[in-house]
């Protein structure tokens, strides 16, 4: 069974090397991918020296970065870690363990409790997000964010990835709740990052880009539910905006607000539109899922 370990990188001077040759020292025989992201430092000379196999993407962002590792790379197991040395090599045995043994698609590994190792920001966001994608898919997990994943050849060569940037978790997290791919959550040790390094995400302004790529994976994949409430919506306010016309009419037998009459009617029409948009979607959704739970089974594992 060929194990390839793929470690995105941007700028991780003095945390890359130990990464590798952590990883190196759990699974002496396998490939370590490291993908350098415009690093301006001597991240590249330092992952070369420690015996990595290093390539580059030079399009900015992590999620540009897995889409060309998952490209790229052709193995059994695939396991995804940062290069910052935060993750725990030690625990990748046995993330690898419970995919096999158990026949998951997806193993992530839940981060420690200690608050200590990332920004307040950070965890509070997590717990959030958490909520949200556990609400609209009907899961338990808790990290959903985490970027230590053990993952099967059937479930990477068959996730389209959409996202440029720190979305890319949340895009794998949703893409195996929306298909139905077994996944699991073990807990791993997370340390904070190295003396001199700083996290790449930033809180508000990632925050928003992940919050924007959930509510378009919402739409792409629930769409008649995300329709359905936009034309809930349209239909309320069509309601409430065209109710005293219709009265003032019966009474009077005139419309003499004719704008506020156009108004409530445009949204009328705009509510009937987006239910039945949600409804041709919904089905062109289904289409999709078809096809790709048929290239999932036709992968050769």
Same mark, same amino acid.
């Given at each position: 069974m060929k194990i390839a370990i793929l470690l995105?990188?941007?700028?991780?001077?003095?945390?890359?090397?130990?990464? !590798?040759?952590?990883?190196?020292?759990?699974?002496?025989n396998s490939d370590i991918y490291v993908y350098d992201n415009n690093s301006t430092d001597n991240t590249v000379k330092e992952a070369i020296d420690s015996g990595a196999i290093v390539r580059h993407e030079s399009r900015q962002g992590k999620g540009e970065v897995v889409r060309t590792m998952f490209n790229d790379v052709e193995a059994d197991v695939y396991i995804m870690a940062d290069g910052d040395n935060t993750?725990?090599?030690t625990a990748a045995p046995i993330l690898v363990d419970e995919l096999i043994n158990?026949?998951?698609?997806?193993?992530?590994?839940?981060? +420690?409790?200690?608050?200590?190792?990332?920004?307040?920001?950070? !965890?509070?966001?997590?717990?959030?997000f958490s909520l949200l994608i556990n609400y609209f898919f009907k899961s338990g997990l808790q990290d959903v964010f985490s970027g230590y994943r053990v993952m099967s050849r059937r479930f990477v060569k068959t996730i389209p990835v959409l996202s440029d940037g720190f979305q890319i978790e949340t895009e794998l997290t949703v893409h195996a709740l929306h298909h139905k791919f077994p996944i699991k959550e073990i807990d791993t040790d997370y340390r904070e990052?190295?003396?001199?390094? +700083?996290?790449?995400?930033?809180t508000f302004k990632d925050g928003f880009k992940i919050l924007s790529f959930i509510l378009f994976l919402i739409r792409? !994949?629930?769409?008649? &539910?995300? &329709?359905?409430?936009?034309?809930? &919506?349209?239909?309320?306010?069509? !309601?409430t905006t065209g109710v005293p016309i219709i009265l003032e009419y019966f009474e009077t037998g005139l419309v003499e607000r004719f704008p506020s009459a156009f108004l409530a009617s445009s949204l009328g029409i705009i509510s009937v539109i987006s239910l039945f948009s949600g409804f041709v979607l919904d089905n062109i959704t289904r289409g999709r899922v078809e096809a790709i739970l048929l290239c999932y089974k036709n992968v050769k594992l």
């Open positions: 995105p990188c941007y700028n991780e001077e003095g945390a890359i090397a130990k990464t !590798v040759l952590e990883f190196k020292k759990q699974f002496p993750y725990d090599a158990n026949n998951l698609d997806m193993v992530i590994g839940r981060r +420690s409790k200690d608050k200590s190792a990332y920004p307040a920001g950070h !965890v509070l966001g997590n717990k959030g990052r190295p003396e001199g390094t +700083s996290s790449k995400l930033r792409d !994949v629930r769409p008649l &539910f995300f &329709f359905g409430c936009l034309s809930l &919506f349209m239909a309320s306010l069509s !309601v």
